[in-house]
């Protein structure tokens, strides 16, 4: 080898050597430390107490809770009542959170960690912001992919995985990845599951009736008391109540629920608020609530609006002969009874202000026709055959001679 050929042989070992030197500094720096500690707060300063709006956001959907006047709303429902305890109780679990294991992350590994943001990639995260009473930021949390946990095969829930944490990176902060234990599965941009479900209970019946958009199948019904029999308005000659199938006509009634709520801006014509079926019940306390039914949304919900008036006492009649200490008495109890009446008349009127969405099963046992309240008439035109065994009649058998 001459002295030419060794020194082409040392350049490019320098070459090499140098290549491979810059590839391991920039792999190298593609990683992110990590700032994180195993046991430590996720957010370390969590200013709980100054949080006045909670931002959801997915790369579809969109969901603001927002504290007005000491009251939690959500904003997509046209500021319905949140559910109080289930935004504190979620603040205080963000307060709580600890890091169950720091990350060591790359650009790479964090597409691969669905801690993206949403609008920035397929494998965009869940991104919850945490702003103050003047709309102003103070943490935001990103929560990316599951961390699965295969279920044994002698499971009594079965095989497959489950959910035993989540990767979460704290502010857009590459340092901040790390592992919690909690999955925060139910935190979406979904409205339903932050409402406050608190709603309308019709209590004491004394009338109910349906206006159907069909007249033929509109309805009465009515009692004298509490524990009389239901009677039909109108019933004609030949038609009979049948009392099994009127007893649950009322009965959603007395304690109702809904899904959701209509989102702002719906149009009547959409939610079929233009032209509802009308559900009337009146109560033995002079309570009437009118319940405008409209179209059904999917194949589990209808759209629904109430409105509620009250025709209160304000005193009582006093008995025959009654003592001055038994007035005392009774005149308190009907002053107690009075005032919850007031105050469940205030707290229903508040319902009023919105659409909701509720299921099938509470709405259509009082959407029946009229003819489903009656016993079924029997068709006398067919008779039954006695021959329909294919066995001839004993009557016709001939009988044995005598002897």
Not at 31 to 53: C, P, S, Y
Not at 150 to 178: T, Y
Not at 280 to 285: D, I, M
């Amino acid at each position: 080898m001459n002295r030419k050929q060794l020194q082409l042989i040392i350049i490019l070992f320098v070459v090499i050597g140098g290549a491979g030197l810059l590839v391991m500094n920039r792999n190298k720096e593609s990683w992110h430390a990590t700032d994180q500690q195993m046991g430590q707060k996720v957010i370390k300063d969590f200013r709980l107490n100054e949080v006045a709006h909670i931002v959801i956001k997915q790369p579809n959907a969109e969901l603001n809770l927002t504290k007005k006047t000491d009251q939690w709303t959500v904003r997509e429902r046209g500021d319905y009542p949140a559910n109080f305890t289930e935004i504190s109780d979620f603040l205080k679990k963000i307060w709580e959170l600890k890091v169950t294991r720091p990350v060591k992350t790359s650009a790479a590994q964090l597409s691969r960690l669905e801690l993206l943001p949403p609008g920035k990639g397929t494998n965009a995260g869940t991104l919850v912001e945490f702003k103050d009473k003047d709309d102003k930021s103070l943490s935001a949390l990103l929560l990316g992919k599951k961390s699965m946990k295969d279920s044994p095969d002698n499971s009594p829930f079965g095989g497959g995985g489950f959910p035993e944490g989540r990767f979460i990176m704290v502010a857009n902060n590459p340092q901040s990845v790390a592992l919690v234990r909690d999955a925060l599965a139910n935190v979406e941009a979904k409205a339903e599951p932050w409402l406050n479900k608190d709603f309308f209970k019709v209590e004491k019946i004394r009338s109910i009736s349906l206006v159907s958009t069909n007249a033929t199948n509109s309805w009465t019904l009515s009692r004298e008391g509490e524990t009389n029999e239901w009677k039909l308005a109108d019933l004609k000659a030949g038609e009979q109540l049948d009392s099994a199938k009127v007893s649950s006509v009322p009965s959603p009634l007395y304690s109702p629920g809904f899904n959701d709520v209509a989102p702002v801006g719906a149009k009547p014509e959409e939610t079929g608020m233009d032209k509802p079926m009308v559900i009337t019940a009146r109560t033995f306390n002079n309570f009437t609530y009118i319940l405008k039914v409209g179209k059904k949304s999917g194949d589990e919900n209808y759209h629904l609006a109430m409105s509620v008036t009250a025709d209160l006492l304000k005193q009582r009649a006093p008995g025959k002969d009654e003592k001055p200490e038994e007035k005392e008495k009774l005149d308190k109890e009907f002053k107690e009874q009075q005032t919850k009446l007031e105050e469940k008349l205030k707290q229903e009127k508040n319902f009023e202000k919105w659409t909701y969405l509720v299921s099938s099963w509470t709405v259509e046992p009082l959407l029946k026709e009229r003819s489903q309240l009656l016993v079924e008439k029997k068709d006398e035109s067919k008779k039954e055959d006695p021959n329909k065994d294919g066995k001839p009649d004993k009557t016709d058998e001939p009988k044995p001679v005598q002897k």
